[in-house]
T-cell receptor, first 115, second 111 residues
C-alpha cells in the first residue's frame, strides 16, 4: 500500500459545528503532516507529527486541533471555524520528518467549505 | 524571504522536452533540492530530489549547477498529463527540513 487516504473528500460545515478530518497511511512512515491550501495558492504547512508526537505547529489557531492516535492515523478536529477557513486540507506522510532525502506522499485532500 | 525563484508559468508542446528552471542563490551546503508537482484537483506528488549531482528517475531528470545556485527539472518528453504546477523546494536544516512550498511554475502542455 503506497497511498495516503483522506476522508471525507468533501465537507460542508456550519460555523458552530464540530467535525473531524481523517488521514491514514500503511507505509510504515513515522512522520505525518497537515497542510492547508487555498485556491490558486501553494500548500501551507500546519502541523508536523513525528513518532506520534507533535513536533511543529505553525502558529495555527486553536480551532484546529490535530491528533495522532497511532503511527498510521492522523486526525484534524475542527471547531468554530470561520468562512475564511474554507480550503483544501492535505495530509502527507514521510519515512522521517528530519530526513531531507525522504519524499512526502500526499493524499488527495478534503475540500472543506465553512458556511 | 523566498528561498527559491521560479517563473510563474511556462508552455510546452506535447512530445517535446521541457526545462523548468529554479534559482536558489542562498542555498547552503546541506540543503536538498526537491521537486514536486500538483496536477489539477490532486495532492502534490514527489518528482525528484538531489544534493549536488545530477539525478535521473523514471519521471524526470534534475540538473544541478556546479555552484548549486540553480537547478533545472527536465521532462524529456512532455505529455498532456504533465500539465501541472511544479514546485522547486529547498529542504534545509534551519526549517527542520520541512517541506515548505513556494509559488511554483504552472506548466501548460499543448497538443
Amino acid at each position: 500500500d503506497t497511498e495516503v487516504t483522506q476522508t471525507p473528500k468533501h465537507l460542508v460545515m456550519g460555523m458552530t459545528n464540530k467535525k473531524s478530518l481523517k488521514c491514514e497511511q500503511h507505509m510504515g512512515h513515522r512522520a505525518m503532516y497537515w497542510y492547508k491550501q487555498k485556491a490558486k495558492k501553494p500548500p501551507e504547512l500546519m502541523f508536523v507529527y513525528s513518532y506520534e508526537k507533535l513536533s511543529i505547529n505553525e502558529s495555527v489557531p486553536s480551532r484546529f486541533s490535530p491528533e495522532c492516535p497511532n503511527s498510521s492515523l492522523l486526525n484534524l478536529h475542527l471547531h468554530a471555524l470561520q468562512p475564511e477557513d474554507s480550503a483544501l486540507y492535505l495530509c502527507a506522510s514521510s519515512q522521517e520528518d528530519r530526513g531531507p532525502f525522504y519524499g512526502y506522499t500526499f493524499g488527495s485532500g478534503t475540500r472543506l467549505t465553512v458556511v | 524571504d523566498a528561498k527559491t525563484t521560479q517563473p510563474n508559468s511556462m508552455e510546452s508542446n506535447e512530445e517535446e522536452p521541457v526545462h523548468l528552471p529554479c534559482n536558489h542563490s542562498t542555498i547552503s551546503g546541506t540543503d536538498y533540492i526537491h521537486w514536486y508537482r500538483q496536477l489539477p484537483s490532486q495532492g502534490p506528488e514527489y518528482v525528484i530530489h538531489g544534493l549536488t549531482s545530477n539525478v535521473n528517475n523514471r519521471m524526470a531528470s534534475l540538473a544541478i549547477a556546479e555552484d548549486r545556485k540553480s537547478s533545472t527539472l527536465i521532462l524529456h518528453r512532455a505529455t498532456l498529463r504533465d500539465a501541472a504546477v511544479y514546485y522547486c523546494i529547498l529542504r534545509d536544516y534551519d526549517s527542520g527540513y520541512a517541506l515548505n512550498f513556494g509559488k511554483g511554475t504552472s506548466l501548460l502542455v499543448t497538443p
